[in-house]
């Protein structure tokens, strides 16, 4: 456990690098330190100048009158690992190098950032950066970076790899009234990163929203674990970019960073529930609607109300591609409406107030959609127009007493400005056209969906004695079928009854327990496409057998055989594992058949998982209605796919050498589900 | 052809209803025409007022000193269609009709509606409306309509079925100086509609641009028509709502509309080269981007200049989901920038300028990338960090002199605010985040290579008479297998050999002509689920054949019987032909399997189609790669299968009485192309 106070709450900082130029960083870092009112002490290091800003100035760290709690370091590059090593020497533990110059600039700058690392060990110090801007604890006026706008005090804690995204992130941030506990710039995360972050954002009482901007990943698997905790107490956004595959290559030359595939992304996201925002604008419209809803719960009946028909269209399309549900209008809510609205208005969802509609009708019709317990959320549309009373009406939304969601949505560019401020003075967050606030919307709704759901421990079992006598066999990292077979069996799943002979003898003596058709197949891991080379035929009939026996005999030279039934089911699915560089074993579920790769419906989690995100990962598939026996068919039995996904889960984690597994396909239909082919491999 | 001369352009306007009640819409309408310093007379209308805004009265349009070109009508909907007779008695043929109550409040309404058809049959009217905003022609300082901000002059035409919608989109459009040749709000569309519209704003010298919002299409084949002429000379950009089944019903109430599905819209509008946006964001973003653009050619090859890694990554990510492609920067180039920047910049695209680049680094780097011919747009991005220049880098940037595209992505809020204005005084659009920027050029650039593609007539020829004589039978309006399969063989479409008997007898006669293994089957057209009934087996020999015809004999009482070969190939695909309401005849292909309908993988046209369009289609699926020959696939025979879609074109545009068709599975593989299963009904 990593304690971060003293970098984000230090009594005492030094700036080594405090320059007299004023252009450079090491005069900004100092110049905010001083000038943002923090109440510690903060000397400047600088073995070149006298004063800087008028204050005396040190030539070593090791010279200060006290040791600092932080040491921030703003020096060139190549001076870094001498000044890290005073650090040390002085006994100040906590460091933030701003300097550049290190993994993102290439083989030489790595290096120089592995000597750090060194450093840091030889000392036991914790280091954020190399790379990056600093950090801001604005209740505490401390803004030990060298950016420009300070946040106002809040509630939101906000990690940003990119410390000059972060910049035009606040400023926005600042002019919607949105407050923040902390800022930390995370840069090359030689030392420090996302996962040390949240951790101290985790446990900070003051913070009651973590957003993040990622490039990347690290320690997979402590993230997931801590992800888990984080978004039970409070939500976590994070826009993760270098989602395509030139996007991560152009991250790995912005920060150094591993790459991780967009679905990969989404797997963790949604076994950790963690909101993903899919851009910036995203990022700041789910920060300001968790801002504003604090702990409220929301729910998925939404009605809207509106002044004009068009955007009302719109809005209604929206919540429909976002799985939210328009609530259809009680027949006591229409009668109480009928008495306040215009006889040719459509009480319908979404409520057609007519263009005419002033502050009071506003505000009447929603205090009575509020007051249906059937309504959780109320989107208000309003677009100015002739005599459209627009300050007036915000007013009076803002007057609304209610425990629910309110959503204005009030269209336009000057003339709405007014009440987009009211609105904003009374916490309620104007979106300017219906799309982005549902969206934002339902990734908050599904948050707390998520919240509720029951979880329990993956308790399949496995024979892990049997598995191991097969996988620990002697130089051996491939398996063939047959062992596959019985691996799948030891973890309980089916696979079709087969038999292993060597020659035409033993085949047909064991021929008897096998039903036609079946397919008789080389037993080798080294043919790779057996079909294609003949080295797979389907069998009829013990004639045929006998044939197909003999002629691969002769083209394989006396070859081990396996002879499976055929199995018949309505779907064919893939399971997988595979290892991650970040996350380590990745449970994967997909779609299977001939065009897997072109439709992509696969799902991933980390392992270890839990019992609910077997259902959860096929729930996540693009097929789940057909599993689910859509158009009249029978449901696929998913208890049963369910189970198989659990033990392969089980199996990974207890045998942590599994390099890959990829059973392909897992035939299964209403009764029964069959692995028909596996291949693993160690690692 | 309409002439919409007086509707847009009139000399003289009447508004019937016009009120002394400054709270009123004829009121508003009255004003808006008299204070917009229009040059036509303009009188008011109204039986119980003498002046209205100091203007004498006249209580009707007959008692007017001469025929007015417009008539505006402004009254209760109950008195329009007496105010319509006295409108055709007048001789004045162009009407707005801005009244609600009508199609869209119901049955009574809708019949209200039509007598207002009638009437203006009768008097050979022209009716923008009812429930409308009317129109704007800023050139003429003409507003015509209720509506309180008139839209700036210039060269962009907008069209919206929700005239309250349009407000805040020309009150943006006017914060963004961009300048309108026309507006016109459709209302109900009870006769001029989009189509009459587009083909006065296809025609109109001053119109570069059109964009349009729309709930419904209407005359879809004139539609289909006229958007294609038009999107050869000019852009048209149409946002689409009540693309959901929800939002169409809301659709539906707000205006009466017909709903169009949203794959069919996709079909439409890439058969037309219209511009889809998907939300008003969008409409907005492309309607600027465009504006900005004019007649500018835009490639695909871009490059990111950026002084942030972070907003790079982002872009980065925006351009690959975008299809666009970040071009690799050429030696010379990066030659030529070595000299200018620092040595840590990364020079691969995204450049990196470092976050302390300056005006001149933005310029020198901005021209040396223009000037590579393998470049055709320019990204540049900025965020405000410590000592950045906005405003000077905004001010160098204004003075590239360039034909390639340049877009500025200057990040943050007040601290652009000065920057987004000098751009906007340059005719340069500012977007606040990478993605809308991308996602906008993409589409245009998708427009701009569309116009490239060479079209040709369909010349697929089929034996309509042999076909007539099949699907003129008395009496007959379904076709059973055996009809379906000489109908396709007709249109050289090949179908499996296949033989039709009525007892076993002439059956086993017939038998030779067939391969093993087949299907025998039941021909009928009244039996749905055939397999599920026993009325289809697979027959492997003659002695199958003759034991499953026995069994059938009894089962349906001595049917007819259709013997069919049994067809193999790489891949499944439908080909479906039905009749739309709005567009007519549709033509649709679609991956085919037992899949087909959890991944809607179809795309549409409206018939008559095109040479190239059978390609398109096929290129806009999801399996494309795969017909392509993905993986080391042999590619699949696209002539064949682009044969088959132009051949059932041309069946079902000879022969308007048929009403649905489906091919299901078209079964295709390198080579041969068969349709094996055929359904043919008339209406």
Redesign the interface.
Known sequence: MVNLDKLFRPRSVAVIGASRNN?K?GH?VFKNLIESDFKGSVYPVNPKAKTVLNQPVFSSILDLPKKVDLAIVVVPANIVPTILEEIGQSGTKMVIIIS??FA??GPGGLENQEKLLAISQKYQLRILGPNCLGIINPSLNLNAS????IPKKGNIAFA??????A??II??A??ADLGFSYFASLGNKADINEVDLLEFFNQDKQTSLVIA?L?SFQEGQKLVDLAQKTTLKKPLVILK???????A???Q???ASLATPAKITKGFFNQTNIIGA????ELINLTKLLNQLKNKKVGEKTVIIT????????A??????SNLS?TKISSTTKRKLIKLLPQ?T?L?N?I?LL??ADENTYYKASKIVLSDPEVDNLIIIL?????TKVEAIAQKITQMKTKKIIIPIF??????KKARKIFQESNLINF?????AITSLAKIINYQKRLKVKTAPNKAKINSQKIKKILTQKNKLVFNEAEGFEILSACQINTPRFIVFGNQGQGLAALEKIKFPAFLKILSTEIAHKTDLGAVQKINSEKEFLKHSNIMNKKFNHPEFILAEAVNGE?ELIIGVKKDYVFGHLLMVG?G???A???QDQSFRVLPIKKNDAREMLSEL??Y??LKG??GKKTINLIEIEKALLSIAKLAESFPEIDQLDINPLIADSKTVVAVDIKISLS
Chains 1, 2 share one sequence.
Request: glycine share 14%.
């Open positions: 252009q960083v900004l550049a110059g993102e600039s060298w950016g420009e706008i940003s790899q990119s410390g000059a995204l910049a035009p400023e926005l600042n002019e901007y490039e970019s270098g989602q395509t595959d030139q996007g290559r152009s991250a030359s912005h920060t899919d851009n910036i604008r002044n004009a028909g068009g955007p009302g269209v719109l209604t399309d929206a919540i429909a591609k328009l040719e459509n319908d979404p057609d263009g005419n677009t100015k127009q002739r005599g269209m336009g560019g000057k003339s709405i300017p056209a219906p799309q982005d779907i779609a058949g001939i065009y790769e072109i439709w693009k097929i209605p057909i859509a158009r």
